[in-house]
């Protein structure tokens, strides 16, 4: 049963920093690629980063510059940095992980991902 473990989250005032991790367990996803999506109140659930299983990093242009995406196969566990917080940061964050092999371009695309985290949730305050 594969399973994946957000945690990290919490309340912190802007500016301040936080970092999400991801642990999976029942597979290794180290031929995945791994994500990170969120969702605010009353809102659709969005893409945040993406990191493909060669290395690859990608940002939402609200987080570039400000958030890291990184991961550890050994672990088989992603990780999310993210400084320089801002109130409309503030949602639940879940990670994703995708399917073995996958090597289509589109990072940002809820369907590319089988796997999800329960969610953490980040909170900031003004």
């Known amino acids: 049963q594969v399973q994946l473990v957000d945690s990290g989250g919490g309340l912190v005032q802007t500016g301040g920093s936080l970092r999400l991790s991801c642990a999976a367990s029942?597979?290794?996803?180290?031929?995945?690629?791994v994500a990170w999506f969120r969702q605010a109140p009353g809102k659709e659930r969005e893409f945040v980063s993406a990191i493909s299983w060669g290395g690859g990093t990608y940002y939402a242009d609200s987080v570039k510059g400000r958030f890291t995406i990184s991961r550890d196969n050994a672990k088989n566990t992603w990780y999310l940095q993210m400084n320089r917080l801002k109130p409309e940061d503030t949602a639940v964050y879940s990670c994703?992980?995708?399917?073995?092999?996958?090597?289509?371009?589109?990072?940002?695309?809820?369907?590319?991902?089988?796997?999800w985290g329960q969610g953490t949730q980040v909170t900031v305050s003004s």
């Open positions: 994703a992980g995708g399917r073995p092999g996958d090597t289509s371009a589109n990072y940002s695309f809820l369907r590319r991902y089988d796997y």
């Open positions: 029942g597979r290794t996803f180290s031929t995945s690629a």
